[in-house]
Nanobody, 128 residues
Framework: QVQLVESGGGLVQAGESLKLSCVIS????????IGWFRQTPGTEREFVAY????????YYGNSMKGRITISRDNAKNTAYLQMNSLKPEDSAVYYC?????????????????????WGQGTQVTVSS
């Protein structure tokens, strides 16, 4: 069974940085794309970033573009989200998700339904 586990969240002050990690276990011989999303209470889960299996295709959502970098280390079955210059409005639960389709259309990168497995989320809180 595939599991994704996020870590690295926490409480920081505005302007500081955090690096989130997402470790994938259970089906690590398959290729998969990774997406990062975030959610605050009462809102829909919002797309943050995407990286393809080989890392050649990367996309960012508009809300954090320019302040984040997504990366991955397939040897460690781990994906990362480096977040800089954090703002109070970035406070949310951050989720990673995996798309195991063999030839995923890149146009799906922001679609929640494209991802079949999700982590439990890690809380990020940014104080002003």
């Amino acid at each position: 069974q595939v599991q994704l586990v996020e870590s690295g969240g926490g409480l920081v002050q505005a302007g500081e940085s955090l690096k989130l990690s997402c470790v994938i276990s259970g089906r690590t011989r398959s290729s998969y794309a990774i997406g990062w999303f975030r959610q605050t209470p009462g809102t829909e889960r919002e797309f943050v970033a995407y990286i393809s299996w080989g890392g050649g295709n990367i996309y960012y959502g508009n809300s954090m573009k320019g302040r984040i970098t997504i990366s991955r280390d397939n040897a460690k079955n781990t994906a990362y989200l480096q977040m800089n210059s954090l703002k109070p409005e970035d406070s949310a639960v951050y989720y990673c998700a995996a798309d195991f389709r063999p030839f995923p259309p890149y146009s799906d990168y922001a679609a929640r339904g494209a991802y079949s497995v999700w982590g439990q989320g890690t809380q990020v809180t940014v104080s002003s």
